[in-house]
């Protein structure tokens, strides 16, 4: 119980974390047949995940011919939408967690699409409940179409395969671990309304990502 108290991460700096692991290494050291639990609170930041990517990809190993039911196509668009206040209609004025809307979607996020190209949305909730976004992007002329009936693997399966685009919500933990462990995918989107809130941090408007691991992709950043 002690070493399970003394292993909760309460924040993600890179010193306290460090301090964590050399404690756990000490207990491990000295426990033969038991492994204690390492439990965190929080999600760590980019640069911290981009230091141990190939430690934390190989970790977290996906299998993906059992969790995988459909893949997007190779020229197919991939946008997740989280949608938040479908969830939670209050977590805006709780936590500043605004979804973007139809707008912001259809002629900014994904303005640069061109008539006849193709997008698949993945979301939690059924397509009616988010066909105010999926008929404005069919009135631009793209060709959309709603991956339904997926399990929460085969969803976070979807993700991870894109090839051509992924765009989602920075905040959404969901879209950020497919995003950023997704073998696949080259060119990543993070957006966010980035709408100020006393309890949540606003998303930094420059983040710095390092050479060794995601030069592997594009990683983008769209504030609104």
Known sequence: MLAAEMLTFVDSTIESIQSK???LANVINRMEHY???VLTKSMANIPLIDRYYDELHELFTFNQHQCCRDT???DETVLHIRGFEVEIPNIVNL???KDLNVHQITYELLG???EGEKVAVVSPWEEKVLANYTDALRNRGLHV???NGQ???QGFCFLRSATKGLY???FSTYFRFAALFSDTAKNVTFFNNNQRSDLRSKVPTEIIISNRNFSRKKINFSFF
Do not use: E, N, W
Request: avoid cysteine; glycine fraction near 12%; aromatic fraction near 24%.
């Open 151 to 153: 399990t929460g693997p």
């Open 168 to 170: 989602g919500d920075y």
């Open 95 to 97: 936590f500043g967690f």
């Open 72 to 74: 997007p196509d190779a």
């Open 35 to 37: 492994l204690p639990f």
């Open 112 to 114: 640069h699409l061109t």
């Open 21 to 23: 692991f050399d404690h």
């Open 145 to 147: 179409r709603y991956v």
